[in-house]
């Protein structure tokens, strides 16, 4: 390994980063980058709208154009093995509204692209609804989502809040919609009548189902089928009256900044929704809605303006003072926390949100990843602050002792009410995983369910070791045994929200150590091994996007500063000399690709969803083909999480630093 004083050197230069990057609030954030579904849904939102006069269109067209790859397409992830059909198509769309003509280079390698890849019978629902409301698609093609859901009681396995609250908040706006079906035309010449070769009368709109059997599967397909010839009844009881509740739902929930949910998918559809029933563009509801995408929504690269799918603040905050606690700083030594420790316990969420449907009479005392939103506070955030609370309150100016014991206590009660039946903990609900919901025909995409899971348990764990809880603990005991349960055979376990069995078994071994696990057990062995043996020759770690659908592919991908962090902290945590030279190798990697006091990666290693629907780890053998994707993703969202880069190799590097230290003086 490099000298000592080059790890200093290194941990010292990305702090000084994290000093020159902090914004004056006191939190850090960075950039968000997901797929062109972003840009293209916005062109077309704005057609819907008739706002083609906002100033960051020109920016936004740009983006769009700048990430078509060569052969045409656009992906889901950077260096994705083959384009995405969904991408592409609403890209290609975005740009005809756009006036862009269909002879164009640009499009033309679209076209191309499209045609040669299965054409429109391919795509997804989501892509399939925003066609319609442009009159390029028949509703009357497309799955029903009836407003009338929104009467289906609680005890109901159908319930709204039995879907994951990404799903609910998005699909009660889509549901006015397509109970409305509305159409805002195109001009004829900027129609997609080339994407139909053989003409659209003969064109198949049938719209492809996932190869699923089974009761719910054939109870929700003759559900829908009901639906489509019930809308065609002259009278249809309660219809009006379900459309008010779900707008009256849908502006309650509207966030402080004018988004909804923290996420690009309800906060859009709400506003159409909104612009169907009759808002005006001047309505404050609509007006907080266009004008959160000037604040912090959209950011600018390359002379484009490109669209976040979410934003991170709270998260990159507490992860950045956690780099920080980890390399021995204190509020002392490294002024900056304090106002970032101002800024965590200013955004911890005292009141109640849509959890609470089925968590009666518990306190919040949870944090969002997002700056605005809460009614979805994020049970991993939620962990994550308990863990940096408490590390940092002994540095911390007196005056923030009460407010952080406090925030402690009201988090960790709020975070075992929200421990699930299985043991694990999932992101935003607890025991949110009804799998009968997948099947129902316009739930063709992502996940919709919100199960517990691996890596975001490995997180609850370890912030209740720092509390001082061990595994006599009733709620650590479940959790360890529902880890142990989700270890795979090779070793590892599965990254639910980060690429993947690297990211997944990170967090776990973490957890287990923080809680007394004995970490010279055959398991915790069994998965540092997996870790030793999927270094790359560099020294680093890397893990490709497609191994959520490829098994061959786990652990194995180019070296990126955030997974070889992770792999080194799964190795540190076992505390061990026996992977010292992996260490070694992988702290080198870190330091000699660090540059301008931070680290540079394109590669994405966040995950929104894997595209298995079911919202957690599957057998992949066998079921593949009933997926609907391959290793593109085409049913997943993926993430670049730019702050990745920084403050996890940050984290490794102190950690690396303290466990050399332990061992010279063992």
Partial sequence: MKTALALDRGIRNALDWLTQNQYSDGYWNGMLESNCCMEAQWVMAMHILG???????????????????????WDVYHDAPLGDI????????????????????????????ILRNGGLAKIRLFTRFWLACVGEWPWESLPVIPPEVIFVPKWAPFNIYRFASWARATF?????????????????????????????????????QKALTGFWSSFFRAAD?????????????????????????????????GAWGGIQPPWVYALIALHVEG?????????????????????????????????????????????????????????????????????????????????????????????????????????????????IRESAPGHFHARIDDAVRRAEVWLRAMQSSNGGWGAFDKDNDTAALTQIPFCDFGEVIDPPSADLTGHKLEALGLLGRRLDDPAVS???????????????????????????????????????????????????AWVVAKQNGDGGWGELCGSYMDDALRGVGPSTPSQTAWALMALLATQSRDYEPAVRRGVDYLLATQKDNTWEQREYTGTGFPGYGVGERIRLGGNTAALLQGRELARGFMLNYNMYRHYFPLMALGRARRYFSQMSIN
């Avoid at 991408?87 to 509204?97: P, Q």
């Avoid at 409305?180 to 080339?194: G, H, M």
């Avoid at 009844?233 to 900044?257: C, I, N, T």
């Avoid at 994020?378 to 609370?389: G, K």
Wanted: hydrophobic content about 40%; aromatic content about 12%.
């Fill in 478 to 528: 479940r959790a360890v045994d529902y880890l142990l349960r989700e270890q795979e055979p090779e070793g590892p376990w599965f990254g639910r929200w980060g690429v993947n069995y690297i990211y997944g078994t990170a967090l776990v071994l973490p957890g287990l150590r923080a809680v007394g696990f004995d970490m010279n057990d055959l398991r915790i062995k069994k998965a540092a």
């Fill in 51 to 73: 706002r083609t006069d906002d100033s960051k269109y020109e920016g936004i067209l740009r983006a769009i154009l700048q990430k078509q790859r060569p052969d045409g397409s």
């Fill in 279 to 391: 808002y005006r563009a001047d309505h404050p509801v609509i007006a907080a809605g266009l004008s959160a995408w000037d604040k912090h929504w959209t950011y600018e690269r390359d002379g484009a303006i490109h669209v976040q799918a979410s934003e991170s603040p709270v998260w990159d905050t507490m992860l950045a003072i956690q780099a920080v606690l980890d390399c021995g700083e204190t509020c002392q030594t490294f002024p900056p926390l304090e106002s970032a420790l101002e800024y965590v316990l200013g955004k911890q969420i005292l009141v109640q949100g849509d959890w609470a449907q089925f968590v009666p009479g518990v306190a919040c005392g949870g944090w969002a990843f997002e700056r605005a939103n809460t009614w979805y506070p994020d049970l991993d955030d939620t962990a994550v602050a308990i863990a940096i609370l408490l590390q």
């Fill in 86 to 113: 969904n991408t592409t198509v609403e890209c290609y769309a975005a740009l005809r509204l756009a006036g862009h003509p269909p002879d164009g280079e640009p499009l033309r390698r679209a076209r191309e692209w």
């Fill in 172 to 208: 009660l706006p889509m549901s006015i919609v397509s109970a409305r079906r509305p159409v805002f035309p195109a001009p004829p010449e900027r129609r997609i009548d080339e994407l139909f070769p053989g003409g659209r009368a003969v064109f198949d709109y049938t719209f492809p």
């Fill in 225 to 257: 089928k009901f639906l489509h010839f019930w809308r065609l009844l002259p009278w249809q009881p309660a219809r009006e009256l379900s459309v008010k509740l779900v707008l009256e739902w849908v502006l309650k929930h509207q966030d402080g900044d």
